[in-house]
Nanobody, 116 residues
């Protein structure tokens, strides 16, 4: 059974920084995709950033240049460094793991609130 546990959310002033972490456990196969999505109150869940196990990245346009995704493959960890945070970044952030030919897994979510 795959489990994803996020940490690092919180309350931060606009312009500040936060780092989210996600630990994956269970049967984590190689060639997977890990990343982050977010869902603002009343909104749809949307892509923030993903990274393949081969380090190929994909970012939402709204976070390019401000957020950086990274992975520690041996530890099955994924991180999201968020800089220059804006109130519009306020959302619940979900860790994502996609396993080829198996399916997708989600963490329980961590709240990020940015105040001006």
């Amino acid at each position: 059974q795959v489990q994803l546990v996020e940490s690092g959310g919180g309350l931060v002033q606009a312009g500040g920084s936060l780092t989210l972490s996600c630990a994956a456990s269970g049967s984590i196969l190689s060639g997977n995709l890990m990343g982050w999505y977010r869902q603002a109150s009343g909104g749809q869940r949307e892509l923030v950033a993903t990274m393949t196990s081969g380090s190929r990245t994909n970012y939402a346009e709204t976070v390019k240049g401000r957020f950086t995704i990274s992975r520690d493959n041996p530890k099955n960890m994924v991180y999201l460094q968020m800089n220059s945070l804006k109130p519009g970044d306020t959302a619940v952030y979900y860790c994502y793991l996609g396993l080829p030919s198996i399916g997708s897994y989600w963490g329980q979510g961590t709240q990020v609130t940015v105040f001006s």
